[in-house]
């Protein structure tokens, strides 16, 4: 064996032996699982207590208070969800894959861990909407319409059509509903406009009470890592996407009985599923550049072991082994950003429900594969709000695909979704003259 095939496997062997040392800290998927098995059987208290007793690092600080919210909110303790909540909104910052550069994106979508996670318009959009129910539900008035006016900010100044895409409504409909009990009332009538209607806005007649009754059905779409294949520069290279990937468990149907009638209020929706894969469809041009961008450093330092090992001996073969294998391990060392907020619904579905004063059963029935029946007792008061939350995922078992890790997701619905926009983006061409 020639010397500069000697140097050459001491070279690839200290690649293998970083992306070995580099491999050992577990991913936020792999540290958030023991909270999420918890949180599916049931035991909301017992998550709870899995992420408040994690030792975070202070790049994740804001989305475990995210997941940390979830579960106190499911295990009723509204008024500590709220306070994890307005921790998180006060120190995350907004990512914008519209106006973020390329390379900035980039940054952020593949240093996993290394970055401070960066949240969405959207997803600070769901964290005013949980929290209004959160302070509803603890009678704190006041905060829930100060999160209802910052929820209708984003959305006016995201300019944001309210029934562009389905599953606003809910968002304009919980504001008006929540200025209505502030008295506020412009601002309410303004809401329930954009709201379109449904029977959020329905006041309660003289005598009567109101039960807000809320669903959080299903489990919302997360993020996980697909290894695609792209032709560049005459060599397939290996390019790392994030791909949002839906998980099971949303019910068909969403029905309402109230003392053994049914209820046959216009409920008004946020169907989180449907608009994050929207989102992530019209973002996906940006995400596959700013992926695109991590392959040239890549390919600069496998094509250069490619010069400078072939020299004809007899050892080319073994160089292009070497040079790909590389690649390969360089590509491990770097990640797509999969973290995401993961305990959150794939919809939320709400009703309004005046009654008269008193003690009332109200049967909620989540119909379709996988139906389940929750019955709630509710002491109704003249002229307050009582909430009725129910998530449907808690109780339903942990599922057998709430990640796919550790394996290529190509060939799957998400990442064909993503080979199609592939071919559309032009910056590739651009970037590597293919």
């Given at each position: 064996?020639?010397?500069?095939?000697?140097?050459?496997?001491?070279?690839?062997?200290?690649?293998?032996?970083?992306?070995?040392?580099?491999?050992?800290?577990?991913?936020?998927?792999?540290?958030?699982?023991?909270?999420?098995?918890?949180?599916?059987?049931?035991?909301?208290?017992?998550?709870?207590?899995?992420?408040?007793?994690?030792?975070?690092?202070?790049?994740?600080?804001?989305?475990?208070?995210?997941?940390?919210?979830?579960?106190?909110?499911?295990?009723?303790d509204y008024q500590a969800a709220a306070r994890?909540?307005?921790?998180?909104?006060?120190?995350?910052?907004?990512?914008?894959?519209v106006e973020e550069p390329v390379a900035e994106l980039g940054e952020a979508l593949f240093s996993a861990g290394a970055t401070s996670y960066r949240a969405s318009t959207f997803e600070?959009?769901?964290?005013?909407?949980?929290?209004m129910l959160n302070f509803l539900a603890a009678n704190d008035i006041e905060s829930a319409a100060v999160e209802a006016r910052r929820a209708r900010m984003l959305l006016l100044d995201a300019e944001v059509p309210p029934r562009t895409f389905v599953g606003y409504e809910l968002v304009w409909a919980l504001a008006g509903?929540?200025?209505?009990?502030?008295?506020?009332?412009?601002?309410a009538e303004d809401s329930f406009r954009e709201a379109g209607e449904t029977s959020l806005s329905w006041p309660a007649e003289h005598g009567q009470g109101t039960v807000l009754v809320v669903v959080q059905d299903g489990r919302a779409p997360v993020l996980d890592q697909a290894?695609?294949?792209?032709?560049?520069?005459?060599?397939?290279?290996?390019?790392?996407?994030?791909?949002?990937?839906?998980?099971?468990?949303?019910?068909?149907?969403?029905?309402?009985?109230?003392?053994?009638?049914?209820?046959?209020?216009?409920?008004?929706?946020?169907?989180?599923?449907?608009?994050?894969?929207?989102?992530?469809?019209?973002?996906?041009?940006?995400?596959?550049?700013?992926?695109?961008?991590?392959?040239?450093?890549?390919?600069?330092?496998?094509?250069?072991?490619?010069?400078?090992?072939?020299?004809?001996?007899?050892?080319?073969?073994?160089?292009e082994v070497a040079a790909v294998l590389m690649e390969e391990l360089l590509g491990e060392i770097f990640p797509a950003d999969t973290r995401s907020w993961t305990l959150l619904p794939s919809r939320i579905h709400a009703q309004r429900v005046n009654l008269a004063p008193g003690r009332h059963v109200v049967r909620i029935e989540a119909g379709g594969p996988g139906a389940r029946v929750f019955e709630r007792?509710?002491?109704?008061?003249?002229?307050?709000?009582?909430?009725?939350?129910?998530?449907?995922?808690?109780?339903?078992?942990?599922?057998?695909?709430?990640?796919?890790?550790?394996?290529?997701?190509?060939?799957?619905?998400?990442?064909?979704?993503?080979l199609a926009l592939i071919e559309d983006v032009l910056v590739l061409s651009h970037l590597f003259g293919g």
């Open positions: 064996m020639s010397p500069r095939i000697a140097t050459m496997i001491r070279t690839t062997a200290l690649a293998i032996l970083v992306v070995v040392l580099g491999g050992c800290a577990a991913t936020y998927a792999e540290q958030i699982e023991t909270a999420q098995r918890a949180y599916y059987r049931g035991a909301t208290e017992q998550a709870a207590g899995v992420i408040d007793a994690t030792d975070i690092d202070s790049e994740d600080a804001a989305l475990w208070r995210l997941e940390l919210a979830s579960a106190l909110q499911a295990s009723g994890e909540l307005v921790l998180a909104d006060q120190s995350l910052e907004i990512l914008d894959y600070k959009l769901l964290i005013n909407t949980q929290n509903f929540t200025f209505e009990q502030r008295q506020a009332y412009t601002d290894v695609f294949r792209l032709l560049i520069g005459g060599r397939l290279r290996r390019l790392n996407l994030p791909v949002l990937v839906r998980r099971p468990g949303r019910h068909s149907m969403i029905t309402v009985d109230v003392d053994g009638a049914p209820h046959y209020g216009v409920p008004a929706e946020l169907d989180i599923e449907t608009l994050a894969m929207a989102r992530y469809r019209a973002d996906m041009p940006k995400i596959i550049a700013a992926a695109a961008l991590q392959v040239v450093p890549r390919a600069v330092l496998s094509d250069g072991l490619r010069h400078a090992y072939q020299d004809g001996d007899g050892g080319d073969a073994f160089v007792s509710v002491d109704v008061q003249l002229g307050q709000v009582s909430v009725i939350n129910v998530i449907t995922s808690v109780g339903a078992g942990y599922g057998d695909r709430p990640f796919a890790r550790g394996r290529d997701l190509t060939g799957s619905p998400e990442a064909v979704q993503a």
